[in-house]
């Protein structure tokens, strides 16, 4: 069946650190994948997503790239700011983003000054 | 606007106990979402509906819990007798027709002692 597998966490970077979160998927079909912020006190809010491959996604600095060879949609984010602690969830959708999503377990980031 | 709000937000149940958790999604979308999120993992997929229609309960974990969205609206899940293993956060989430990018609430922590 369909499933995300994520880095562990927890990630602690100092500020303006380069960031990656690993994120590789199974599924049939074509997924769209999704990248999923969820801020201290908040609810889970979309980041960025891709819908076929070879797309890249991109939102507030962050990018991830659809990659199909690799089932891969790495989290990337060149400079790290304070602000962008919070837990990242990556996901799947098996229809084009109708259908339910399954997410990865999640990578909790602390950003320090 | 308005996002998709869930009340309670906390709910503390005395095992044995039945408790209806509700969701109130973004007005005129057309599907909604419920997800359980355990301590430190990733929502996991419960139900979807598109309008009144439940066309999905797989993800449902036992005939304890049980949901409805009678007019297309408004969304409970209820969950009868409750067990300490249905302590979790439990997610709503709608979506439109147009983009299908799904729009979560906060959420309702239930605790069960």
């Known amino acids: 069946g369909d499933s995300v597998t994520q880095m562990e966490g927890p990630v602690t970077l100092s500020e303006e650190a380069f960031l990656t979160i690993n994120c590789t998927y199974t599924?049939?079909?074509?997924?769209?994948l999704f990248w999923y912020v969820q801020y201290p006190g908040e609810g889970l809010q979309l980041l960025l997503k891709?819908?076929?491959?070879?797309d890249k996604g991109s939102n507030k600095g962050f990018e991830a790239t659809y990659r199909k060879e690799t089932t891969s949609f790495h989290l990337e984010k060149g400079s790290v700011q304070v602000s962008d602690s919070a837990v990242y969830f990556c996901?799947?959708?098996?229809?084009?983003?109708?259908?339910?999503?399954?997410f990865g377990t999640g990578t909790r980031l602390t950003v320090i000054p | 606007g308005a996002g998709v709000s869930q009340s309670p937000r906390y709910k503390v149940a005395k095992r044995g106990q039945d408790v209806a958790l509700r969701c109130d999604p973004i007005?005129?979308?057309?599907?909604l979402f419920w997800y359980q999120q355990a301590l430190g993992q990733g929502p996991e997929f419960l139900t979807y509906?598109?309008?009144?229609?439940?066309?999905?309960k797989s993800g449902l974990p036992s005939d304890r819990f049980f949901a409805e969205r009678p007019e297309g609206s408004v969304s409970t899940l209820k969950i009868q007798r409750t067990q300490q293993e249905d302590s979790a956060v439990y997610l709503c989430?709608?979506?439109?027709?147009?983009?299908?990018?799904?729009?979560f609430g906060p959420g309702t922590r239930l605790t069960v002692t």
């Open positions: 989430a709608s979506s439109s027709s147009d983009t299908y990018e799904q729009y």
């Open positions: 599924a049939t079909g074509y997924p769209s």
């Open positions: 891709a819908t076929k491959a070879d």
């Open positions: 996901a799947l959708s098996d229809k084009a983003g109708a259908n339910n999503l399954f």
């Open positions: 007005s005129g979308h057309v599907s």
């Open positions: 509906f598109q309008n009144e229609a439940q066309l999905d």
